[in-house]
């Protein structure tokens, strides 16, 4: 009630100022009309996307998160406008997501890009069954823009790039540490990060020096030689192995 209107007759309305802010928002979005008009007539229609970005609070206080997903909202406009604990604190799953995202492998790129991989992991119990099943193909793994950090704290490996036709081109466009620039890493570095297994390297190419050496910037020539030992490696011996003939001197992890 208005506090200046102490008249019982008063004109006034009640807003339920004793009630939570969503019944409130509700109540104002129910009751509150236009004003009739010629030009009201000639006017677009109010869309829930305009309410998405001029009333983004009152929106969320007065709608279920379905109610987004039947007013045709983007997931991408979603997560530019809300945070993810707000997203969480509203009821908002990971199907309701989903329905506002062309598919479930962009419903992935889009919360990975806006609020990190290992925050929506956790917050949507999101494991690498899960992203396998929802990125079938190579494009929509690569599209998720993980670093190989994060592919592998998320339990993901080489094998599923490889597996979706990965070629070592492909792996060099995936950076390898979370906020570090390794688009010139040296092939030592790239091993360690991805840790290929010997069989891995000879389906990559990368046996073939001329090919390599084409697509990166790696130089095998500069790499020193080293001794290879008296006795044949055991399985508890410390000694890196050799792929190839070409890649002797090279230190690959395993």
Request: proline share 5%; net charge negative.
């Amino acid at each position: 009630m208005c506090p200046l209107c102490t008249a019982k007759d008063a004109n006034v309305v009640n807003l339920g100022l004793t009630r939570g802010s969503s019944d409130i928002a509700a109540l104002l979005l129910k009751t509150v009309k236009p004003v009739k008009s010629s030009w009201n007539m000639f006017r677009r229609k109010t869309k829930f996307s305009d309410l998405l970005k001029e009333h983004p609070e009152a929106l969320l206080a007065s709608h279920h998160p379905i109610d987004f997903v039947h007013g045709n909202a983007k997931l991408q406009d979603i997560v530019k406008t809300y945070t993810l604990p707000t997203l969480l604190r509203n009821g908002f799953s990971l199907q309701h997501l989903d329905a506002m995202a062309t598919d479930q492998a962009d419903t992935l790129a889009c919360l990975y890009r806006a609020y990190g991989v290992g925050p929506c992991n956790s917050a949507f119990e999101i494991n690498a069954l899960q992203i396998k099943d929802r990125c079938r193909n190579l494009q929509s793994l690569l599209a998720l823009d993980m670093s190989v950090e994060e592919i592998k704290e998320t339990g993901l490996n080489l094998d599923i790039f490889m597996k979706r036709g990965a070629t070592l081109a492909d792996l060099l466009t995936v950076p390898l540490y979370k906020d570090m620039d390794s688009s010139d890493s040296s092939f030592a570095e790239f091993s360690v990060a991805w840790g290929p297994t010997q069989s891995q390297l000879e389906n990559l190419g990368c046996t073939e020096q001329e090919l390599v050496e084409n697509i990166t910037e790696w130089d095998f020539a500069s790499i020193p030689q080293r001794t290879l030992p008296a006795e044949p490696c055991t399985a508890q011996s410390s000694f890196p192995v050799d792929s190839s003939h070409l890649f002797r001197g090279l230190k690959l992890n395993f």
